[in-house]
């Protein structure tokens, strides 16, 4: 298709892989926290709800939450209301599940893994791929990849069997930033945001702007094919949503152990909201949280 098309991609780099991972850890389960946190807030924004009862319903977390602090989010303007277009035709990364039954209890001692992504086959193309690695050292792994990613999300070897799901994880927050004459300011300084465009069909120019410690500026789609003026906005910032932090996902290569603790200690180190289920062929199963 590419050829057909004249395109030439550019090569893929580490931090593409690990961006991709970024965006399927968020686009799925993960992006609910910012979806409700949303919902809050046009609770807050919309409504004369009762101060104390919204802080007594959501105790701890709104124990800091006072009228300075709902006036400041009340002056947000631009804001990207919670339901605004349809968007039943886009595909969508929703639910997932998996399960494993410990070889104590089966008759053939080895475990039994299911997974089940819960992938939309109605929306093509799909983002994972069955693919199998056979190395120089007679190491084998099968399973499925997602494209751009040197590794595996669901598989076994010869000693281990995996599978993911996404995790609930607070991986997402809002923020109100003021910006002046295109800057932001953090410990008295200002700073200058960075813009990014995109071009659409139809000679329209979508702008979009950040900080540098990740922070994204929230604006309604109607206003985002014009430039930013001056104002107080909302801004969103992901876990994993810088180069450094992207970094950090380290469990690239953890189907190589030859048991489920030891998968489960490269897992641990996972930055991405994810759970892992692990089997090995001594019987032994693992749960495994990341982020």
């Not at 193309?125 to 792994?141: R, S």
């Not at 008295?188 to 813009?195: A, V």
Request: with cysteine; proline share 3%.
């Amino acid at each position: 298709e590419f050829v057909l098309v004249n395109y030439h991609p550019e090569p893929f780099k580490v931090v593409d892989v690990l961006a991709i991972l970024n965006f399927i850890s968020y686009a799925g389960l993960n992006d609910v926290c910012l979806t409700l946190e949303k919902l809050l807030l046009e609770m807050i924004r919309e409504t004369d709800i009762d101060l104390e009862l919204l802080k007594t319903t959501f105790s701890p977390h709104l124990d800091g939450l006072d009228e300075e602090l709902i006036s400041l989010y009340k002056s947000v303007s631009n804001i990207q209301p919670l339901a605004h277009h349809d968007t039943t035709e886009i595909p969508k990364l929703i639910n997932s599940n998996n399960w494993v039954v410990s070889g104590r209890l089966t008759e053939s001692g080895f475990p039994m893994m299911g997974s089940d992504p819960h992938m939309d086959t109605s929306k093509l193309p799909n983002i994972f791929f069955e693919t199998q690695f056979i190395g120089v050292d007679g190491f084998k792994v099968a399973g499925l990849s997602v494209a751009g990613f040197s590794g595996y999300v669901f598989g076994r070897t010869f000693d281990l069997a995996f599978s993911l799901t996404f995790g609930m994880l607070d991986m997402s927050d809002y923020f109100v930033e003021r910006i002046s004459d295109g800057k932001y300011m953090r410990d008295g300084e200002m700073y200058d945001l960075t813009l990014r465009t995109y071009d659409f069909p139809g000679e329209r120019t979508a702008y979009y702007y950040s900080t540098e410690d990740g922070l994204t500026l929230e604006r309604s789609l109607d206003t985002i094919f014009t430039p930013l003026t001056d104002g107080t906005y909302l801004a969103t910032k992901f876990g994993i949503s810088t180069e450094t932090d992207l970094a950090n996902v380290r469990f690239l290569g953890f189907w190589k152990a030859k048991t489920a603790i030891e998968a489960s200690d490269k897992l641990i180190r996972n930055s991405l909201g994810s759970n892992y289920l692990l089997a090995d062929r001594a019987g032994n199963i693992v749960y495994q949280q990341g982020g």
